[in-house]
């Protein structure tokens, strides 16, 4: 089984940069893939970032590319979104999720959940 949990959420002001951590436990994540979700007030989860957890290669929505950066650390099994320059339509419950073969956007591949952490951006 997999475990998630995410920290790091919290009230920023618009412009500002927050990172959030996914520290992943259960299972050797060397094949794994590893995404961020969001989900704003009365609007469905949405694809934020995903990386591949051996390749090192990432994934970016379009709404985010240029100021989130998704990066992990492998002695820690953990997964790291740095958020820059962020904006009050960011605001959202942020969701790490992971999948033993997926790293892409389709959130209905993913296998685990986190519990969620809150992202609010003031403007």
């Known amino acids: 089984q997999v475990q998630l949990v995410e920290s790091g959420g919290g009230l920023v002001q618009a412009g500002g940069s927050l990172r959030l951590s996914c520290a ?14 969001r989900q704003a007030p009365g609007k469905e989860r949405e694809f934020v970032a995903a990386i591949n957890w ?11 590319k240029g100021r989130f950066t ?7 099994n953990t997964v790291y979104l740095q958020m820059n320059s ?5 605001t959202a419950v942020y969701y790490c999720a992971a999948d033993q073969y997926y790293s892409g956007s389709r959130e209905g591949r993913y296998g685990y959940w986190g519990q969620g952490t ?6």
């Open 24 to 37: 992943a436990s259960g299972r050797t994540f060397s094949r794994y893939g590893l995404g961020w979700f």
């Open 118 to 123: 809150q992202v609010t951006v003031s403007s």
């Open 86 to 90: 962020l904006k009050p339509e960011d």
């Open 70 to 76: 998704i990066s992990r650390d492998n002695a820690k």
């Open 54 to 64: 051996s390749t090192g290669n990432t994934y970016y929505a379009d709404s985010v």
